[in-house]
């Protein structure tokens, strides 16, 4: 079955740096999405990613998929307290099955 | 406003004891999932329906039942079978016909906390 790796576990960053987050498969990508979590709250959906080589933005937020599929980058310019929480990434499998696997997570803290 | 409404937020219960958690959505989507989430583990797919009547074993059913009678509808009963059950509970949606193949974004409630005394 396929599994999502994401790194780092945890990250702790000072507001105003800029960081990344990363999600990778052993097996080709077959749409990859991005969700972020308040602790002890539903997901919310960031940005979705289909295409090698696939860039999205959102505010300051960008999310890549590199172009063989397997890995795929959140980048946060400038993090604000407000983008504290839990990361995860989730893919779909291949034959466009609608069973998402995730990844177990990143937490990041951004400190005032 | 449409979305998934998740109930109760939190819930206790004895060991040996049956709970149901409520998943209503009225986004009209046809698929409907329920993902347990335990720290450190991210999510994992617990039962999924695709269309009323119908339903799915995900990766881990054993100790949980699920039923479909209604579109909108996707309550899950925790059964005293399941020998961890405290956990964070998460209801999502998705319509089948968004997008290409792979193209599914899911709609999540804002879960149930669910504990076992």
């Known amino acids: 079955s396929q599994e999502l790796e994401q790194s780092p576990q945890s990250l702790i960053v000072q507001e105003g740096k800029n960081l990344t987050i990363n999600c990778t498969s052993s097996k080709t990508l077959y749409g990859l999405y991005w969700y972020k979590q308040k602790y002890g709250e539903g997901l919310i959906f960031l940005m979705m990613?289909?295409?090698?080589?696939e860039e999205k933005s959102h505010e300051k937020i960008t999310a890549k998929l590199d172009e063989k599929k397997q890995q795929s980058s959140l980048h946060i310019t400038a993090s604000q307290p407000s983008h504290a929480g839990i990361y995860l990434c989730?893919?779909?499998?291949?034959?466009?099955?609608?069973?998402?696997?995730f990844g177990k997570g990143t937490k990041l803290t951004v400190n005032p | 406003d449409g979305g998934i409404t998740q109930s109760p937020k939190y819930l206790f219960r004895k060991e040996g004891q049956n709970v149901t958690l409520s998943c209503e959505q009225n986004l009209n989507h046809d698929a409907m999932y329920w993902y347990r989430q335990d720290p450190g583990q991210g999510l994992r797919l617990i039962y999924y329906?695709?269309?009323?009547?119908?339903?799915q074993k995900g990766d881990i059913a054993e100790g949980y039942s699920v039923s479909r009678e209604k579109k909108e509808s996707f309550p899950l009963t925790v059964t005293s079978a399941q020998k961890n059950p405290t956990a964070f509970y998460l209801c999502a949606s998705t319509d089948r016909g968004q997008g290409a193949a792979g193209a599914n974004v899911l709609t999540f409630g804002a879960g149930s906390r669910l504990t076992v005394l």
């Open positions: 989730g893919a779909g499998t291949q034959g466009g099955s609608e069973k998402l696997v």
């Open positions: 990613l289909q295409k090698g080589g």
């Open positions: 329906s695709q269309i009323v009547n119908d339903f």
